[in-house]
């Protein structure tokens, strides 16, 4: 079986070989036992359900917790010519019936339906269909310590009396212990066997920036993103309010970028996650609530505007970036307000003392002076055993100096306060400054006012921080977040210990994306292919990293192939998406290197991928036919399991050899003169991608196709590179 299941993983999404724990994963379940898979986001579970569905008799129901996530990857199955699709409340009712239909038929080998639509369900139409697998997506949802927990999918163990012998697959990318001991019991799991994935995500840069004027951060925000341009974004906020803001004065800055957060309407929320989704809106300012549903492969960055309640929500949240395994980067801002704000939501809270403590482990994480990633491993179990040389800390290393005097300068200040003093006014205090407050309570006649005036505001927020984390102040959270000085402080205090602290280094970003990525690759010629898809997208109606992932088309300006053998060899190219896309990115590819386009034959497997078709012989011969039996480019397009773009290219080179093509047909006057225009201001024609930029992507591939040859027929084109 694992050797069909290795082939299927080539033909049918384009992969030579599985990932870590991927296969091992994939054999258990092919056994029929079931399963718990905890893996990173990123990391590839998908896979691990859908291999086997592809593989057993019958149909594999998925269960999932938001209607974006099932459309998203069920039009990725879609793709890659998997008969697959979703049923929820989005769909009309005659779409519901239809897929009902199908599905009873058997048509589908993957059915994917929220927890709240399958128990009503169950009884009827569902119950009846030959249920192979039962796979659940995001299963720490059925854990009240779940940062997502959704109480239906409590109820999900009564799917066993319907399917009792069929193995059950339960995948997360995060869950502590006491979450995976629920999603055994909770799902009515049979000896499973839970398969834990190491969650470092190697590719993912970690850096932290601690007590921010909002001002500065704004600034270091901005430069950040100028940067990176061309690049999607997440910025998570911790209120509403904060994402609007955000979102405004980025816009007011030039930045293309929306806000979302739960007080939108459900309209609303849709049009910007679609927009985010296709790259029409490269950049969402957010609250938590958006993000679990996002498949979007290649989010290059994630920026926390405040410091998360907890590591698991953190882990996830950055976890959006690098999807496709590219380098990405992650970067988060806190401060003590946010400690506070936080706090405050979980004392209120029936489980207040347990979510303090996740609170402050999140506090140890952001404070850290070692490599952040062994910290945030360490968490979820595991051991780096080096440091990863991709974190603030591991590239600008802290240099510790004798930070006694230092230390007792700033406990002297909080005991002559009588321990009644927060971190900032204990900066106010030691920096001398005049403030109302600090002059009100009589503190600038303290012995310690001003006593530490040599060290700036940052350096003595990174001080006391430091004295925090070392066990020498610790914080009443109960008590308005006042100091309090311990045991060990005191005997620091005393003279009775010494201590080290890390020295104060300013901390710089990456200036661009280029200092960051380390892929070779053709930043010109991926650019081309990252417009082409986008258009091709658009025309289909899909997220563009469904047509392909960046990690594909950074191959693809890497390797250059130009046939549809080396195509093939791409990762993420299998046979359906070879058949379909891959005359039109070689065609783009030759064009860059100027190179004959003469790619060979589709490989015979690939060949029979395609959607069936009676027609013999080569393929432009097919397209001829199908265009002499009078159907239309969409028509053709959609009978021959092919990109418009693509049948296109067919019928202009049909026309150019003679053939009996009305080409004039497929656009008018108007589009035509718009396209020699775009010739004439650019200077080149034997290059879609350039005119297409030209007329600021707002003619399709196939028309600016068409239109040239026409012109080049007319005779209008003598004088531009052809």
Not at 146 to 172: I, K, N
Not at 457 to 475: A, C, M, P, R, S
């Amino acid at each position: 079986m694992m050797k069909k299941a290795k082939e299927e993983l080539k033909a049918v999404f384009g992969f030579d070989a599985f990932r870590s724990n991927q296969a091992e994963i994939v054999q258990h379940v092919l056994e029929k036992n079931d399963t718990i898979v905890l893996m990173p986001t990123g990391g590839g579970k998908s896979i691990c359900f859908q291999i086997p569905a592809l593989l057993f008799e019958g149909t594999t129901l998925v269960i999932s917790p938001l209607i974006s996530l099932m459309k998203d990857q069920v039009e990725a199955l879609r793709a890659n010519g998997v008969s697959a699709a979703y049923f929820n409340s989005s769909l009309t009712d005659a779409e519901r019936n239809q897929i009902v239909f199908k599905a009873r038929a058997g048509e589908y080998k993957l059915l994917y339906m929220a927890p709240e639509t399958i128990m009503p369900n169950l009884k009827t139409w569902l119950g009846e269909l030959n249920i192979s697998l039962v796979a659940i997506d995001e299963a720490h949802c059925v854990s009240m310590w779940g940062h997502d927990f959704r109480p239906e999918y409590t109820q999900l163990e009564q799917l066993r009396q319907f399917w009792p012998h069929v193995p059950y697959v339960a995948l997360t990318a995060t869950a502590d212990k006491s979450t995976r001991h629920e999603i055994e019991t909770k799902l009515g799991l049979k000896n499973p066997k839970t398969f834990l994935s190491s969650f470092d995500r190697p590719n993912l840069s970690l850096n932290v920036r601690g007590n921010m004027k909002k001002n500065r951060k704004e600034d270091e925000v901005l430069s950040f993103i100028a940067g990176r341009p061309n690049q999607s974004g997440i910025i998570y906020c911790l209120s509403r309010r904060e994402t609007e803001e955000w979102s405004e004065f980025l816009s007011v800055n030039g930045i293309n970028a929306k806000h979302y957060h739960a007080g939108l309407s459900s309209e609303d929320r849709s049009k910007i996650q679609e927009d985010f989704i296709t790259d029409r809106v490269p950049i969402i300012t957010a609250t938590i609530a958006f993000g679990m549903g996002i498949d979007k492969s290649n989010v290059r960055w994630v920026i926390h505007n405040n410091l998360p309640k907890n590591i698991e929500g953190y882990y996830q949240e950055i976890g959006r970036a690098g999807r496709d395994g590219l380098p990405s980067e992650t970067l988060l801002f806190y401060n003590m307000r946010d400690v506070k704000l936080l706090a405050d939501f979980a004392r209120e809270s029936e489980h207040g003392e347990v979510l303090l403590e996740k609170l402050n482990r999140m506090l140890n994480y952001a404070e850290s002076q070692t490599c952040r990633r062994k910290t945030l491993l360490s968490y979820f179990s595991e051991n780096l055993p080096d440091d990863c040389r991709n974190c603030d800390v591991c590239n600008n290393p802290p240099d510790f100096i004798d930070g006694t005097i230092i230390a007792q300068m700033a406990m002297s200040g909080v005991l002559r306060t009588d321990e009644k003093i927060g971190a900032n006014m204990l900066v106010q205090l030691l920096r001398g400054a005049k403030t109302s407050e600090l002059m009100s309570k009589g503190y600038h006649t303290l012995k310690t006012y001003g006593a530490g005036n040599q060290f700036s505001v940052d350096e003595w927020q990174h001080f006391i921080n430091q004295l925090i984390n070392l066990g020498l102040i610790e914080i009443a959270y109960a008590e308005n977040f006042n100091l309090r000085i311990t045991d060990f402080g005191r005997q620091v205090l005393s003279g009775e210990s010494v201590i080290k602290l890390a020295e104060f280094k300013k901390k710089q970003l990456a200036s661009t994306a280029s200092d960051v990525m380390t892929t070779s690759v053709n930043a010109e010629l991926f650019e081309m292919l990252r417009v082409l898809r986008r258009q091709i997208a658009d025309t289909e109606n899909v997220p563009p990293y469904v047509v392909f992932s960046d990690a594909s088309l950074h191959h693809m300006a890497d390797a250059l192939p130009a046939s549809y053998a080396e195509m093939k060899d791409i990762s993420g190219v299998g046979n359906q998406k070879l058949a379909k896309y891959g005359e039109i990115f070689l065609t783009e590819i030759a064009k860059y290197t100027n190179k004959s386009a003469d790619f060979g034959e589709i490989p015979s497997r690939a060949r029979a991928n395609r959607k069936p078709s009676k027609q013999k012989g080569g393929t432009y011969k097919i397209t001829l036919e199908l265009y002499h039996e009078g159907l239309r480019l969409p028509e053709i397009a959609e009978k021959r399991g092919m990109a418009k773009s693509t049948v296109a290219n067919h019928l202009v080179k049909l026309f150019e050899d003679g053939e009996a093509i009305d080409l004039n047909q497929f656009i008018d006057k108007a589009q035509i003169n718009r396209v020699l225009d775009a010739v004439k201001s650019t200077k080149v024609a034997d290059r879609l991608t350039p005119i297409f930029e030209a007329l600021n992507q707002e003619v399709p591939y196939e028309d600016i196709r068409f239109s040239l040859g026409i012109l080049q027929r007319e005779g209008k084109l003598s004088e531009f590179a052809v």
